[in-house]
């Protein structure tokens, strides 16, 4: 059975301060996102899926991230089983990212 990494926010933030290559996406819609934003990731909203789903990348590692890790762990189980190796979940989502990163991030 195709799988997927669950990641945490310390994990994450510690690949993107060595310069690790990745993708972190953010499926949430775009009011959520006006509240509260990761630098670096790019929004691409789950309810325009059909617009992106091709343009995942399979050569980068992609991160996928909500805002408890429960929508983005459903996109990486669906990219998993398509057949795409490189996929992760950002678990806890945003708001682990708030609590375990960065405080400046606010919670909603």
């Not at 195709?2 to 310390?10: E, F, I, R």
């Not at 343009?55 to 996109?75: E, I, K, Q, W, Y």
Request: proline share 5%.
């Amino acid at each position: 059975m195709a799988s997927y990494q669950d990641l945490g926010a310390a994990d994450v933030a510690a690949m993107m301060r060595r310069g690790d290559v990745l993708r972190l996406i953010d499926v949430r819609e775009p009011d959520e996102h006006r509240v509260a934003q990761i630098a670096g990731a790019e929004l691409w909203p789950l309810s325009r899926a059909r617009a992106w789903l091709s343009n995942v990348p399979r050569d980068t590692l992609v991160v996928f991230v909500c805002h408890h890790g429960m929508r983005s762990a459903s996109v990486a189980a669906y990219f998993a089983e398509h057949d795409y190796t490189n996929i992760a979940n950002l678990t806890g989502g945003i708001d682990a990212w708030s609590c375990d990163v960065d405080p400046a991030v606010p919670r909603y």
